[in-house]
């Protein structure tokens, strides 16, 4: 039925403006979205879903531009309509929620104001009826004190509860249309569950159509009734969502799931009295007044990975900040190869800085973007070991060598010229140019997409046996833990509420915060959160931890 | 305390700490001043004897450290001393003085602030048009000139009346414009090419037309009474007279200032153009304007703030030039005056002054900008 068909594009190609050239990111791809019907957009950064997604509505970010095939939606030709007519769509037939909530609410208007601009200015409502509007959708979306909570400011208000909000915003004029952008990459585990079961149930009951974006198969395996696998710009695969998850036809997205089948070498236990290389003794820390790390204590041994897992907020970070001597502990102690370190980073040698190296999460903000490849490694490399001229730059490419990127194609380069993938190599290597015992890797891989971050992992994991470094790995995904970890260490709320080797760790009986964690990560069967839904209403237990 | 009010209190101690530090400094600037300030005034014939009476008169005798300390405590109680030149108190001269000076300031400020904002405004919305250039090029030649020769062309236009040769004097400026402000503006607006024959071709034809023009907009050709060139303003004067009579001082310091402030207010919305808020605000259908001005403007309020309150703070210290050229009774002029006659009390009175209002704006500024952003206003 054609009547039936809501946004049709055919042969929609978008260019993007590099230096003086045009170069494709959409290459000409149709796409037919029913009334009501959720489509799943996936693929890695760079596939061109989010740029699928604007184009949806019309719209291209600055330095883009349509250059060819139609966007039918409703039967009106977008790509023909002026200007005007584009906007009376946008916002009140098509809608959008954006990846960050947080940064796509406008932090100096009230959610409320911010929820009713788009009826008033399209005339669906009066400011009275969109505020009474609003409170009744804040309700179904589940947000705590749906009658107070609009008349916040957006930093007033948690990630996940933004997100709902930000829902409830596109739905203020009830859309036939709604683009979901990566709504849920930002958030925990656990807050995640609770935005894809309101998302689901608010489009459900309102019959909106959605365009549900992605790299997360298992999260758009709960969401979509059909996926569409993109790659450069180009469709890979479509097909209904079961049929996709269970008869996969192309490479490419096979390739997308064989990503969480990698499992880090075995390694022998330490033995009983070996000395950690790093061992944390009760620790306190504080940010000014607010306490945030409460008796914290495990042990870093040699060639061995501890996973440190957690929501954000649950002192992670914290405590390598404390590791490292950026954040002196308030008390308690923390020993380095059985010595205990100087709580301040300012009061210790430089061999005990040399020791302990960091990688962090961003490798676009950790590098300088002045600096070439050969002069970020080189420095520490000078730094550290005292060495320069002819012996720091061998040094430094024996480290590009170890790290699998060719010295003479990349040492001369600037950051910007690398893909995100390589930007963290280069993090790895200028932590491993201090020659260190251990390295904290801070969620290196949470930028990354699933095929690079196996990449990363690998390399790391080669690393770790070739020279025997000992990593605290930072992290809130589950299944990187599972990959990489030798022992985990569960934290809430700045304490440690489990730790242990991993074996045990992934088999029952788990403290019940744990159980949380690891239930609440999504699986590839499309009923997953359908039926943990069922589950933990039936036995009472709450969505998430996140408190209002 | 509510954050902000503590915050204000420790910003207003910092700002009467460096008023302090500037007190000494202008003191001591005074000090080092060469020769000696009796013997100047009574001149070479004054026998040792009066020279020194003059001395104790004047209070010079006393180590310098005490003198700024009763400078100090009286400038504290309002009390500056005695002109040197004059024998009256500063404070009565002052009064009128800086009341004729904020009326200035606060006359141009009236007109300059509000223009200037919705310039950068429209600006901003219209960015990398030809509408966006042009703002850019009148506003950046305005201050591109000196501000007497701002003033001597407001004079010549709309006081003088129609000359013969306004339209030569037009013509010059766009040469002059052309020949020094080519660089600069072709800079700041990122034009790669400017095609400078088909610009003075340009020039010459709207010097020609405005000529003509000019010719029966001339004040003296329509027989109404022009604006005064000399703003003579006594403390009788009604308010619509002095209106009327400093307009013309106040137009040219708004020409003056008002391109610092617009190409702030568009740089700053421009910024924020990109922030993943202005595109949901896009994407939520509404019209460009209501994007920059509700979406954009609220968060880009700190960076104008700070650049009005310098602009206001020029407004009252800047004025020196401007109040000479129209001969304005303001504090200025009377820095200027008392220059040309080593009136040193006055000048030092006169510098406290002008240092006083630039850290009482910035102080402003400092507060207004912390008191728009609503995480600190409306804290979790």
Known sequence: ?548 | MHPIASMALKRLGLGLLTLLVVSIIIFSAVEMLPGDLAQEILGQAATPETVAAFRKELGLDKPPVERYFDWLGGAVQGDFGKSLASKRLISDLMATRLGNTLFLASFAAIIAVPVSIVLGLLAALYRNTWFDRMINVVTLSSISFPEFFVAYILILMLSVGYPFDLGWVLLITGIWLLAEGYGSVKASLKISKVPALPALFATIGVALIANFFLGWWSPQMQGIEAYPSISNIAPNTPFWERVDRSFLPALTLTLVVTAYMMRMTRAAIINLLASPYVEMARLKGMSPWRVIVTHALPNALAPIINVVAISLAFLVTGVVVVEVVFVYPGVGQLMVDSVTKRDVTVVQACCLIFAATYILLNLLADILAIATNPRLLHPK
């Open chain 1, 1 to 548: 039925m054609s009547d039936d068909i809501l946004l049709k594009m055919r042969g929609v190609k978008i260019d993007g403006k590099t230096g003086d050239d045009w170069l494709p990111i959409i290459k000409g791809i149709d796409l037919d979205l029913r009334r009501g019907e959720v489509l799943g957009l996936i693929g890695e950064s760079g596939a061109g879903k989010s740029t699928m997604g604007l184009a949806a509505m019309g719209y291209v970010r600055g330095g883009c531009r349509i250059s060819g095939g139609s966007i039918e939606f409703d039967g009106q030709d977008l790509t023909k309509a002026s200007e005007g007519q584009r906007r009376a769509l946008r916002g009140k037939r098509i809608a959008y929620v954006a990846q960050s909530a947080a940064a796509s609410f406008n932090p100096a208007h009230r959610l409320i104001d911010q929820y009713s601009e788009a009826p008033v200015k399209h005339g669906v409502m009066n400011k009275a009826e969109a505020e009474v509007d609003a409170t009744d959708l804040y309700r179904r979306l589940q947000l705590p004190n749906p009658d107070e909570i609009g008349f916040r400011y957006p930093h007033q208000v948690s990630g996940g509860q933004l997100q709902r909000a930000m829902t409830a915003m596109a739905m203020s004029c009830r859309p036939d249309l709604i683009i979901f952008d990566e709504p849920t990459t930002a958030l925990d585990v656990t807050t995640q569950i609770e935005v894809l079961a309101a998302i689901r149930n608010a489009v459900s009951q309102f019959g909106t159509a959605a365009i549900y974006i992605t790299h997360d198969l298992a999260v758009v395996a709960q969401m979509a009734d059909r996926i569409m696998v993109l790659k450069h710009g180009e469709l890979v695969e479509e097909a209904d969502t079961r049929t996709m998850l269970s008869a996969p036809t192309q490479d490419y997205t096979k390739s997308l799931w064989a990503v969480r089948s990698f499992k880090a070498s075995a390694k022998a236990a330490p033995t009983a009295d070996a000395v950690p290389v790093v061992s944390l003794r009760n620790v306190d820390a504080s940010y000014g007044p607010v306490p945030v790390l409460h008796g914290v204590s495990f042990d870093i041994h040699k060639g061995r990975t501890v996973a440190v897992v957690g929501e954000s907020g649950s002192g992670k970070s914290t405590a390598a900040r404390c590791i490292t001597g950026l954040l002196p502990p308030t008390s308690g102690e923390i020993l380095f190869n059985g010595k205990a370190l100087p709580p301040s980073f300012k009061r210790r040698s430089k061999d005990q800085l040399r020791q302990a190296q960091m990688i962090y999460q961003m490798a676009d903000t950790a590098l300088n973007p002045k600096q070439r490849i050969r002069d970020i490694i080189g420095r520490p490399v000078e730094f550290y070991l005292g060495l320069s001229g002819r012996a720091r730059d061998e040094r430094v490419r024996e480290l590009l060598n170890l790290i699998e990127m060719e010295p003479d194609v990349f040492g001369h380069r600037f950051p910007g010229e690398l893909s995100g993938g390589q930007k963290q190599r280069i993090g790895i290597a200028r932590a491993l140019a201090a020659d260190p015992e251990f390295i904290i890797c801070d969620e290196v891989t949470s930028a990354l997409d699933q095929l690079v971050a196996e990449g990363i992992l690998r390399l790391l994991d080669r690393l770790q046996t070739e020279l025997g470094l000992a990593y605290m790995f930072i992290t809130h995904d589950l299944a990187t833990v599972r990959a990489i970890a030798d022992e985990v260490v569960v934290m809430q709320h700045g304490r440690v509420v489990e730790q242990g080797p991993k074996v045990e760790m992934f088999t029952p009986p788990h403290h019940d915060y744990t159980d949380l964690l690891l239930s609440s990560v999504p699986e590839m069967d499309p009923d997953w959160l359908t039926n943990l839904l069922d589950e933990r209403t039936r036995e009472g237990k709450p969505l998430s931890t996140e408190t209002s």
